[in-house]
């Protein structure tokens, strides 16, 4: 008798297809939540005093009770250590971030100083180049000499007056 024999034809494999997803509401309040507490330890030490023979006798179930109970105890300690420690990280964690974004606003805030400082230093460059054109233009009789005073003294008011940007 050949193995394939045995296997079940793939069309009758138990399965009906009418199977639903089940609701919350089914399952009623009759349900036992999940353990909770100290159940293993608490096992552990009832059975070592009902039974102190199978856990080192009279001398060995005292020790093995202490030991679950001193295990027991650095748990909880390490749970709530643990728990205080994630609080602090998070703290943290949410400061770094806040340092992180202070930080990229004023490496913005430095770029667009930069870039005006370029700009104040080119218009103190030409405002007086400009100045002694629209003078030599005003020696020649030309009334295009006030234009040019006037684009002058309009950007060496941009060393007094310039680009602020935002200074928050």
Request: charge should be neutral.
């Amino acid at each position: 008798m050949d193995s394939s024999d045995l296997a079940p034809i793939a069309s009758d494999n138990g399965v009906s297809g009418t199977q639903k997803a089940g609701r919350v509401e089914d399952i009623g309040e009759s349900a036992t939540p999940p353990l909770t507490g100290q159940y293993m330890e608490r096992a552990m030490i009832g059975l070592a005093a009902a039974r102190p023979n199978k856990f080192g006798g009279e001398l060995g179930a005292p020790m093995f009770t202490a030991m679950v109970n001193h295990l027991s105890h650095e748990k909880e300690q390490a749970k709530s250590s643990a728990s205080a420690i994630q609080i602090k990280f998070e703290a943290v964690t949410e400061e770094l971030n806040a340092l992180k974004i202070q930080k990229v606003q004023l490496d913005e805030r430095l770029e667009s100083l930069r870039s005006t400082s370029k700009i104040k230093q080119t218009c103190a460059f030409l405002s007086p180049i400009l100045f002694s054109v629209a003078i030599d233009l005003y020696k020649g009789n030309l009334n295009f000499s006030v234009v040019i005073a006037i684009a002058a003294t309009a950007l060496l008011a941009v060393n007094f007056f310039g680009f602020r940007g935002k200074s928050e």
